[in-house]
Each structure stands twice: as C-alpha cells, then as structure tokens.
C-alpha cells in the first residue's frame, strides 16, 4: 500500500499547527516508509540537527537492543534475573523474571535510583540489593519508569561484557547510520539538545516537578545516561529505527513478530501523572502494542499490530508494520508538571498519533 500525500500533508500541517498557533517552542516530525525516510521537518526554535530528549519513547530503542540478545540467544524471557545478577537477588527478588522486566510486571516501578548513585555501577549494584517488591512479580501491571532499563542495561552488560551504551552504539546505532546519543556529556548539552522550555509558566515564581521528567533537565543527569529516558535522537532516527528493525536483517523475523504482539493485556496502576490509567494497555516486550482496543498514547487508526511508545511531554513513535509506515514526532515544549494532561495536550496526542499512523492508503 503506498503513502497518500494528501494524508501526509494533512499530518505536518497539523504538527505545525501545534508550534505556529499552539504552545509549542518546536515540533519535529519524520515519517518513513518501506524502509525510506519521505518526510523529515522542524518547526520553531529548532533545526534540522536537533536532537530531542526522548523520554519513554526511547524505550523502543532500549526494545530493540534487548530483543537482539534474545534473537542471539543471549537471553532468554524465562530466566531469573537473580540467576544472571546476583546481588539483584536479595529480598525476595528471586522470583523476577527477565519477561517481568520487560513487560513493567516486575513488582518494582518506583525502586529508587536517581542521581548521583545512578553514576557507577556499583552504587547501582547496591541499589539492586536494597530494592524490595511491591508486589508478586507478575501480577500487576505498573510502569517501571527507571528501575526496568537499569536492570536491561546489567543485563546486557553481564551477557556482552559491554556496558548497555557501548552495545547499543556498537550493535545497533552506528552499524544502521542512527544519530543516537547516550549518556550526553555534560558540555555538550547545549549544542546537541533541544532544551525543555515550560509552555505554561506565567511567573518567574512557579516550579516545575522535580521528579517528573523535567529531572532530566540537568545536563548532569541527563549525561548519567538512564536507558529508557536519557537518549537524544532525532524524529528521523525515531522513524527509520522502526524501518530497520523490519529491514536491515539486524533483527530476526521471528523475534520482532514475538516482541511485538501483546504479551500483557492489563490496565495500568498508578498515578496518572506516571503512566496510570482505568483503560486497558497492550504490551508486547517493552513496547507498546495497539490490539483491537489501543490505550492511551497509543493510535487508534491503522493495524492491530502498530507498535511503538508515547512519552512525556506528548512525544510519539510507532511503526505499523501492514502497511509500512511509521512516524515519529517529537518536542521540547513540556508544561511545568511534565506530561500534558490538559485538553488542549490530551487532543494533540490523540489527533497527531491518529494522523501519523493513517498515512498509507
């Protein structure tokens, strides 16, 4: 099936619409299709080579490194994390699995780890001990919105011997000619980024959530290089990383088939403002998967199969692998509290992941 221009133009016209009459300091969209980049565009205070904080999108690409060690054989989704980290092992632990991990079941969204013990590997270690479940490994689905990617990276580090950057620079970026950055070195924040601006800030008075994604806001942490959140890329690189995950042969067809079918079909627990929700999501293995009824920030147009992630403050990028599209947009405009939950960002995420995700046909 081929890309309808009109669509596509109905798509950055909309995007654009967003920067020019709406809030946003700067928007940036790519589309791509059966393996080609056909759009790529910046609007507003941004250019071409401006590379976004990807926030939860990035867990894609954190996806993908991942599934490349079980299409390699190895990692298996059955084996305990403990049996592989054994300092992970301590209160109770023993009983997560690496599918737990993968599918935000593991009974630790919210286990502490945050700047400066992120830094070294052995505060992280430590950490590792420290932490204690929530709940049954399996029973409950809730966001991990650090504590998943740390123990991905270990993962990846005990199985390579590289640590997670270096693998994922080595395997994935550099061999498919992909832009992204982790961790970002301190003094290059200012060249390499877009850097969150508060859209709603009326007075020099008001403070922004600390704990929320504008932690990742300070150079020195984003350059501590958490996984999931702390990659910088651009929305071309978003869009042609779904592409080569279906075509460059890096990946099985096997594994990107598995990992992208719903392995958990539960409605999200927690605070709304971290991910919660009444509605049902699908997850396939860390991504997010439409099904027959697509959550929140996922689209609600295109195939069951699409898959992909949302993130703060309203950033999307999904691939729907029937007709071989995706798209991905991407901002730094971030309201004071992070994510967007007004009506105005509540309709912009429903009406850009609709019309980026309907452009074939």
């Given at each position: 099936m081929a890309l309808n221009p009109a669509r596509l133009d109905v798509f950055l016209r909309r995007v654009r619409l967003e920067v020019e009459h709406g809030p946003l300091p700067s928007a940036q969209v790519a589309v791509a299709h059966k393996g080609e980049l056909v759009a790529f565009v910046t609007y507003g205070d941004a250019t071409p080579e401006s590379r976004y904080i990807l926030q939860s999108v990035g867990r894609s690409v954190v996806a993908g490194t991942v599934w490349k060690l079980l299409d390699d054989g190895l990692l298996d989704l059955d084996e305990h994390v403990a049996d592989i980290i054994p300092e992970f092992g301590a209160n109770g632990k023993d009983a997560v699995k690496v599918r737990h991990v993968l599918t935000h079941t593991a009974g630790l969204p919210f286990a502490p780890l945050g700047y400066p013990k992120m830094l070294t590997r052995e505060s992280r270690l430590a950490a590792f001990a420290r932490w204690r479940l929530d709940y049954e490994p399996g029973t409950q689905f809730q966001f991990h919105l650090t504590s998943a990617a740390w123990i991905l990276a270990e993962l990846t580090e005990r199985r390579t011997g590289l640590p997670f950057a270096d693998y994922l620079r080595t395997t994935i970026v550099e061999p498919l000619g992909l832009g992204?950055?982790?961790?970002?070195?301190?003094?290059?924040?200012?060249?390499?980024?877009?850097?969150?601006?508060?859209?709603?800030?009326?007075?020099?008075?008001?403070?922004?959530?600390?704990?929320?994604?504008?932690?990742?806001?300070?150079?020195?942490?984003?350059?501590?290089?958490?996984?999931?959140?702390?990659?910088?890329?651009?929305?071309?690189?978003?869009?042609?990383?779904?592409?080569?995950?279906?075509?460059?042969?890096?990946?099985?067809?096997?594994?990107?088939?598995?990992?992208?079918?719903?392995?958990?079909?539960?409605?999200?627990?927690?605070?709304?403002?971290?991910?919660?929700?009444?509605?049902?999501?699908?997850?396939?293995?860390?991504?997010?998967?439409?099904?027959?009824?697509p959550g929140p920030w996922a689209p609600h147009t295109g195939s069951p199969r699409t898959w992909g992630n949302g993130g703060a403050p309203c950033q999307l990028a999904f691939h729907d692998p029937e007709v071989d599209t995706s798209f991905a947009f991407l901002t730094n405009g971030y309201p004071l509290a992070g994510y967007d939950y007004s009506r105005a960002g509540t309709n912009r995420v429903i009406n850009i992941a609709n019309l980026g995700n309907d452009l074939a046909g």
């Open positions: 992204f950055v982790l961790p970002i070195p301190v003094e290059r924040y200012e060249e390499l980024v877009a850097v969150p601006i508060a859209i709603d800030r009326t007075s020099d008075d008001q403070e922004i959530d600390p704990w929320g994604p504008w932690y990742l806001a300070n150079a020195k942490v984003l350059a501590g290089g958490e996984p999931s959140h702390s990659l910088i890329g651009t929305a071309a690189d978003m869009a042609m990383f779904f592409q080569h995950v279906h075509h460059s042969g890096v990946w099985s067809k096997e594994i990107v088939e598995e990992a992208t079918r719903p392995h958990v079909s539960m409605a999200p627990a927690g605070d709304k403002l971290y991910g919660g929700s009444d509605r049902i999501t699908h997850l396939g293995l860390f991504v997010t998967v439409c099904g027959d009824d």
